[in-house]
């Protein structure tokens, strides 16, 4: 398996422009969602899935979209970038959504480094 | 809502050594506990974790020591290698869900030779 895989892994955008961040696993896992990493601070939640057809917001949802055609791919849509969203972006995925056993571990994508001039 | 702090934003130690990394929280409803590492330019990687029905769990040369009392978490590496070095954070759940899952900034650790 190859687990979770993000593209691009570097990208740099002018303000106003718009890209995807793609994300796609396989394995199977029901869950997934979209984090933010500023330096020297903890991730934040931006977007989340519970399956195919459903997304929710997270902590920090504004200027972003999502969506979850497949239960493999859950992309992450920047419409009209802003300096403030210069960042690193991980994808993650996991198999439940909440801690019920072994096995339900969140696994990370290697990220998506991101640069808003 | 909850607030997941640690202690040193970096810590240096010598190859051989025992590192020890905290981590405080703030919510008295958190539940789940989990530490992760980061090497460079990858995505986090799972360590381990506990709940908050235990005060100890060991894993192959990790410790995680949870007190509820004073809201506080720590993780030990025994004897620390170079592959070791990395940042590693904490993340609290109040609800055993993914989705409520708050992290920390992160302790970055220095293995020297």
């Known amino acids: 398996n190859a687990g979770v895989t993000q593209t691009p892994k570097f990208r740099i955008l002018k303000i106003g422009q718009s890209m995807t961040l793609q994300c796609t696993q396989d394995?199977?896992?029901?869950?997934m969602y979209w984090y933010r990493q500023d330096p020297g601070m903890g991730l934040k939640l931006i977007y989340y899935s519970v399956g195919a057809g459903i997304t929710d917001k997270g902590e920090v949802p504004n200027g972003y979209n999502v969506s979850r055609s497949t239960t493999e791919d859950f992309p992450l849509r920047l419409e009209l970038a802003a300096p403030s969203q210069t960042s690193v972006y991980f994808c993650a995925s996991t198999l439940q959504g909440t801690v019920r056993g072994k096995g339900e571990k969140l696994f990370f994508g290697s990220g998506t480094q991101l640069s808003v001039l | 809502g909850e607030s997941v702090g640690l202690h040193l934003p970096t810590l240096s130690v010598q190859e051989g050594d025992n590192s020890i990394i905290n981590c405080a929280y703030s919510n008295s409803a958190s539940d789940y506990f989990i530490w992760y590492k980061q090497e460079s330019g990858k995505g986090p990687q799972f360590i381990i974790d506990?709940?908050?029905?235990?005060d100890k769990r060991q894993g192959q040369r990790v410790t995680v020591l949870l007190n509820k009392t004073v809201k506080h978490l720590s993780l030990q590496i025994a004897a620390t290698q170079p592959g070791d070095s990395a940042v590693y954070f904490c993340a609290v759940s109040r609800d055993s869900g993914y989705s409520t899952l708050t992290f920390g900034k992160g302790t970055m650790l220095l293995v020297s030779p």
């Open positions: 394995m199977n896992h029901n869950y």
């Open positions: 506990i709940r908050s029905n235990m």
